[in-house]
């Protein structure tokens, strides 16, 4: 089994609909992360969360929400899809120790 | 602000050539640098990861190193093989905010020609 498993891989959502994205990782790390991959602007981070309690906003978290349901999941959500959120999508874990970070396969969301 | 880029944006090479990719980076204030490649519509698969104590990583036919005070990495390929055409990604474990994060590079695109 994967470090970490994405669900969906890929999706299509009509503007306006409410969609999540859920991520879960076998590494027993406290770090979750989401980002977010568009051609030629690299990865930007969304949230992030360092336990249960602890959710922080990246660099471009307006128009999405996260929920930590346990160490080891990290759901992100749009509450109402718009185009311009059509990307790749990553959730990922850190090791805290050695800072080794650990990917997702990606989610592939396409809001029409 | 941490940030990372990478040159060049694309590269195409005959098979069996040996190449380099550059990545730099601002802010020498990092716990790490890692390489990842990926391939078309596909995750990030991790090919290297450089401790801040550290100057060099080896992985069969990749080799990348780090120079943390002028701000440069650089993955070298030994004998390119079409299966390595991929995108190759630099991102930096950032400790020079009040967090820690991994910041990415834009990418490099490498294809290898038969």
């Known amino acids: 089994d994967a470090d970490v498993t994405q669900t969906p891989r890929n999706r299509i959502t009509k503007t306006g609909k409410r969609i999540m994205l859920e991520c879960s990782q076998t590494?027993?790390?406290?770090?979750m992360y989401w980002y977010r991959q568009d051609p030629g602007l690299g990865l930007r981070l969304i949230y992030y969360?360092?336990?249960?309690?602890?959710?922080n906003k990246g660099e471009i978290s307006d128009g999405y929400s996260v929920s930590r349901q346990a160490q080891a999941k990290f759901s992100l959500s749009l509450e109402s899809a718009i185009p311009n959120q059509t990307a790749l999508y990553f959730c990922?874990?850190?090791?805290?120790?050695?800072?080794?970070?650990?990917f997702g396969q990606g989610t592939r969301l396409t809001v029409v | 602000k941490q940030e990372v880029t990478q040159i060049p944006a694309a590269l195409s090479v005959p098979e069996g050539e040996n190449l380099v990719l550059n990545c730099s980076f601002t802010?020498?204030?990092?716990?790490?640098l890692q390489w990842f490649r990926q391939d078309p519509g596909k995750g990030l698969t991790s090919l290297l990861l450089?401790?801040?104590?550290?100057r060099e990583q080896t992985s069969g036919r990749l080799n990348a190193s780090l120079d943390k005070s002028s701000g440069r990495s650089t993955l070298y390929i030994a004998a390119s093989q079409p299966g390595d055409s991929a995108t190759y990604l630099c991102?930096?474990?950032?400790?020079?905010?009040?967090?820690?994060?991994?910041?990415f590079g834009p990418g490099t695109s490498l294809s290898v020609i038969p």
């Open positions: 990922a874990t850190m090791d805290p120790l050695n800072t080794e970070a650990f």
């Open positions: 450089i401790q801040s104590s550290q």
């Open positions: 991102a930096v474990a950032d400790r020079g905010t009040s967090y820690d994060k991994v910041i």
């Open positions: 969360s360092f336990d249960v309690k602890d959710i």
């Open positions: 590494k027993g790390h406290d770090r």
């Open positions: 802010d020498s204030a990092i716990y790490n």
